[in-house]
DNA sequence: GCCTTATATTGGCTGGAAGCCAATGAACGC
DNA sequence: GCGTTCATTGGCTTCCAGCCAATATAAGGC
């Protein structure tokens, strides 16, 4: 019983984010639309940015999860690939508050430093499988490679809205 | 003597963000620091986001006007562009936290939208000459293009020490 | 079934920080 | 000198994240 909780959480917590951004978000807020006590959050995760995080990890992984489920052992390596890049941009273009909040978050210095949660490790994980099918000699390093091709991607998308304010 | 006192502000501003990070410094920080009154700074800027953005603006402005001083009329429009595009990296690079958080205010979805201050301003036309100098047929078009290229670069300039981060 | 223990869940309390404001002070024109 | 405008002050209010003690619920041991 216990992920059910964390996971309504989790879900309200990215909803409201996309609906309201992030300060306008309340742990609140996230514990009423889960239907849930206030302290419940807190029990959970140890901070709201920790809870973004780590809910997006976990929209991730289960977006990547469901755009690879069509795909079989004979779809060639570079579909794979293809396909684990798309849904990540989809994921962007089609929720641009969201993705703006957590790039922001990323980019924004933090005292906690860098927290690996399960959620992350899980993506991350499915990652580098996509990229071992393609016989990486190095999925570390390509892992890395893939990963900041990927941001740079999301920042390409999503920064037209914010480029009206110049560096 | 209007200026006087918002300057200080500003300065104590930068110095307290790149001393601390956005989150942990407080607009009463800030007015110790700047050696004024808490309410005098809410009396200048509307908010604790407005505040930096527009701080980081004069900073910026400040930088390249300095960076452009020793320059003439008869240097090539190239080395003033260089010597801009340079200005603006030497301080992502010598201020990381501070620049790296100004990037995350941009990219942060805000209910106020965007906000031309003079600063803002300032600083946009002193690049716009910049670019001016190398005849430039559209140099609102190429201001933009430098624009996403400068924030590109400090991106780039940045991210390792988030990219621990899988975005 | 019954007690024990661990875990989940609740609601309230607290400290801190931002936004607001009325009062005070200083400069300046007239 | 006097009023007007602007700068400056400090306190008040509100809101929210973090914390915690109390309660409910599930899980096992016997």
Redesign the interface.
């Known amino acids: 019983m216990r992920s059910r909780s964390r996971a309504r959480i989790m879900r309200a917590t990215v909803e409201l984010v996309d609906e309201r951004?992030?300060?306008?978000t309340t742990l609140g807020d996230i514990a009423e639309r889960a239907g849930l006590a206030r302290g419940l959050v807190s029990y959970y995760f140890p901070g709201k940015r920790i809870l973004l995080?780590t809910s997006m990890h976990r929209l991730m992984h289960q977006t990547l999860s469901e755009a690879l489920e069509p795909l079989g052992d004979d779809d060639p390596p570079e579909l794979w690939l293809a396909t684990s890049i798309d849904s990540?941009l989809e994921l962007a273009a089609r929720r641009?508050?969201l993705m703006?909040?957590?790039?922001?978050?990323?980019?924004?210095?933090?005292?906690e430093g860098?927290i690996q949660d399960v959620e992350?490790k899980r993506?991350?994980g499915l990652?580098r499988e996509v990229l071992a099918r393609g016989g990486a000699e190095d999925p570390v390093a390509d892992?890395?490679v893939l990963?900041?091709a990927?941001?740079?991607a999301?920042?390409g998308l999503?920064?037209p809205g914010?480029?009206?304010?110049?560096?």
Do not use: D, N, Y
């Open positions: 951004g992030f300060e306008r995080q990540v641009p508050t703006r909040t957590h790039l922001s978050l990323i980019l924004a210095p933090s005292a860098f992350q993506f991350g990652l892992h890395a990963r900041s990927l941001m740079g999301c920042m999503l920064l914010a480029e009206a304010e110049p560096g």
